[in-house]
T-cell receptor, first 114, second 114 residues
């Protein structure tokens, strides 16, 4: 009964490179959320997806960031042309339904931009 | 604007005593609240939740109290154990009609001394 899986756990990128973060939700969960935690801060919502659909991307920066959750395979958070300010911990959470249910988090991907 | 606030960055208690972590919110439309515990380099772990139609929910050593008129909730841990030392986040599920995204407080670091 695997939990939410994220990989890689640590990712180092130079400024200008692309970062791809992967998330596999818990079995039976069809709702995926991405959050970002900057140093010394709480988690901030980025995007909510269901299979093949972006439902709410109100927390996503308008440029360079994109997310997908294809019919087959994990959800991907993609950051193009990374900058130092993108350095953070990125957490994925999954839920069996969107309201009134707990979200279960993965271990996170720690992105460092050098 | 910080809709969910945890005004105490840290709390230190003696093993066996009660830990009380506090959280305030500003949006009266929030209808579901959750507490998460987070160890360094790990993802948040769900602890306990409460619906806005209740004022108390208990699970073992953990009890959450909700005071809607004061827009305040608290997490009580009794008795506290050294393994409870972690960062605790409260979160609110954004109002009806949205997508279930969670809004987090900044976190409170709890240290339980043996």
């Amino acid at each position: 009964n695997a939990g939410v899986m994220q990989n890689p756990r640590h990712l180092v990128r130079r400024r200008g490179q692309e970062a791809r973060l992967r998330c596999s939700p818990m079995k039976g969960h069809s709702h995926v959320y991405w959050y970002r935690q900057l140093p010394e801060e709480g988690l901030k919502f980025m995007v909510y997806l269901q299979k093949e659909n972006i439902i709410d991307e109100s927390g996503m920066p308008k440029e360079r960031f994109s997310a997908e959750f294809p019919k087959e395979g994990p959800s991907i958070l993609r950051i193009q042309q990374v900058v130092r300010g993108d350095s953070a911990a990125y957490f994925c959470a999954s839920s069996p339904a969107k309201l009134g249910y707990e979200q279960y988090f993965g271990p996170g991907t720690r992105l460092t931009v050098t | 604007d910080q809709q969910v606030k945890q005004n105490s960055p840290s709390l230190s208690v003696q093993e066996g005593r009660i830990s009380i972590l506090n959280c305030d919110y500003t949006n009266s439309m929030f209808d579901y609240f959750l507490w998460y515990k987070k160890y360094p380099a790990e993802g948040p772990t769900f602890l306990i939740s409460i619906s806005s139609i209740k004022d108390k929910n208990e699970d073992g050593r953990f009890t959450v109290f909700l005071n809607k008129s004061a827009k305040h909730l608290s997490l009580h841990i009794v008795p506290s154990q050294p393994g409870d030392s972690a960062v605790y986040f409260c979160a609110a599920s954004a109002p009806r009609g949205n997508t279930g995204k969670l809004i987090f407080g900044q976190g409170t670091t709890l240290q339980v001394k043996p």
